[in-house]
């Protein structure tokens, strides 16, 4: 069925506008004077927005991406209502004028219209990909599968809430830090390309030697004021062929491999990427999905190709009756206490309680090391931004303390 966008006015003369399917506008009319809605305009809406995501870069689709926490809210709004005995059309129809989000109800209108059609919630989900992950998939049809929808909706909020949590934490870790450099280097190009040369410039005509760092300011003064545009072209060239390399399964095997090699980010990676496995494994089997389905859906949202290959090696291995830790085990790939506490859950019995455990810990010690880190990193940059202002005052004010020596 078609959907439509109007704008109306209600009884008391306010304007309202939203988001209605319907055969034809002519239909959309009636309802809406039927609602004591009074339209002033309609017009049927695209579907760009919300269609299967090709990897192709568009500019709407940038500025109408549905939000995780958009996902979330409406995840545990529709399990509230299918577990008041709602049906799941109903349920959904009642959703639709409470979102926010213009591109989120023209989806979920869409994905009730498949519903009514005859398809299934998870079918028709899986029609919008780059919105509903492959878990969100998957949990969805094993809901259905085994008539427990309103529990695995539930579920399925927990996650969606804990990932936008974790998310939260660390992105607020590392706002301060990112401001602090995004202001250091516009102070540090203020004052090379403007301020220093202002000042230097009488220096320069001077008929004396400079002291050493005098002449090392100067000259990266008339570097930088000279070639900064060179940096800057340079920065917007690298960065989409860099965006564009590590789209190719080359570019983003060595992106991925150089992650968890580094000193710093190596462990944080890997933390995260066994904390998203656990949490999506734990889920998909606490929901009925069987083992290796299960695997096959986790190795694709890991978000690291040399973890997704051990994963899909581990899969191979677990097919051939060998238990899960030791399959994981030959890779390297996971830590020792992650391989541990699978091996006591499988031999207890008890996988999907100690996945879950083994979430919790690895999202717990990736905040606490993003915030030791930042705050480690606060006092470093300070100290850096002391050193370069203290170079640049101290190459200025040496020769003025020379022609103070030289007069008297």
Not at 2 to 25: C, H, M, N, Q, T
Not at 100 to 128: C, E, P, R, V, W
Request: with cysteine.
């Amino acid at each position: 069925m078609p959907v439509f966008e109007y704008s109306a006015l209600d009884i008391k003369g306010k304007a309202v506008a939203g988001v209605i399917d319907a055969e034809s506008a002519v239909a959309v009319r009636q309802k809406l004077r039927a609602s004591k809605v009074f339209p002033v305009s309609i017009k049927e809406a695209g579907n760009a927005a919300v269609k299967k995501d090709t990897g192709t870069f568009e500019l709407g689709r940038l500025f109408s991406r549905i939000s995780l926490s958009e996902i979330s809210l409406m995840t545990r709004q529709l399990a509230t209502l299918v577990e008041a005995g709602f049906p799941l059309v109903t349920a959904l129809d009642t959703l639709i004028p409470q979102t926010k989000s213009h591109s989120f109800k023209k989806l979920l209108t869409q994905i009730k219209d498949a519903i009514i059609a005859g398809s299934s919630f998870a079918g028709a989900i899986s029609q919008y990909p780059g919105t509903f992950s492959p878990l969100y998939i998957n949990m969805v049809h094993a809901g259905e599968t085994s008539g427990t929808l309103e529990i695995v909706l539930d579920r399925l909020a927990d996650i969606t809430e804990k990932q936008q949590a974790l998310n939260i934490r660390i992105r607020s870790a590392l706002a301060y830090p990112a401001l602090m450099t995004v202001i250091g280097v516009i102070v540090l190009t203020l004052l090379l390309t403007y301020i220093v040369p202002s000042i230097t410039g009488v220096f320069s005509e001077m008929n004396q030697v400079l002291p050493a760092p005098t002449r090392l300011l100067i000259v990266v003064s008339s570097l930088f004021k000279s070639y900064g545009w060179m940096l800057l072209l340079a920065a917007a060239v690298a960065i989409p062929v860099f965006k564009s390399t590590k789209k190719t399964a080359r570019g983003k095997y060595l992106w991925d491999k150089l992650l968890l090699s580094l000193p710093l980010t190596g462990p944080l990676t890997r933390k995260l990427a066994v904390a998203r496995f656990a949490r999506t494994l734990g889920s998909l089997l606490e929901n009925g999905v069987s083992m290796l389905p299960a695997l096959e859906i986790v190795k694709n949202i890991v978000a690291n190709t040399l973890i997704s290959k051990a994963i899909e090696s581990a899969t191979r291995e677990v097919g051939k009756g060998q238990a899960l830790y030791q399959a994981l085990t030959t890779s390297n790939a996971f830590p020792g206490l992650a391989l541990q506490m699978i091996q006591v859950g499988e031999q207890s019995g008890e996988l999907e309680r100690m996945l879950n455990k083994i979430a919790d810990v690895f999202e717990n010690e990736v905040t606490l090391s993003v915030v030791s880190m930042t705050s480690l990193l606060e006092p470093v940059m300070i100290l850096i931004m002391g050193v370069i202002v203290g170079f640049i005052v101290l190459s200025i004010c040496l020769p003025i303390f020379e022609m103070n020596q030289l007069v008297m």
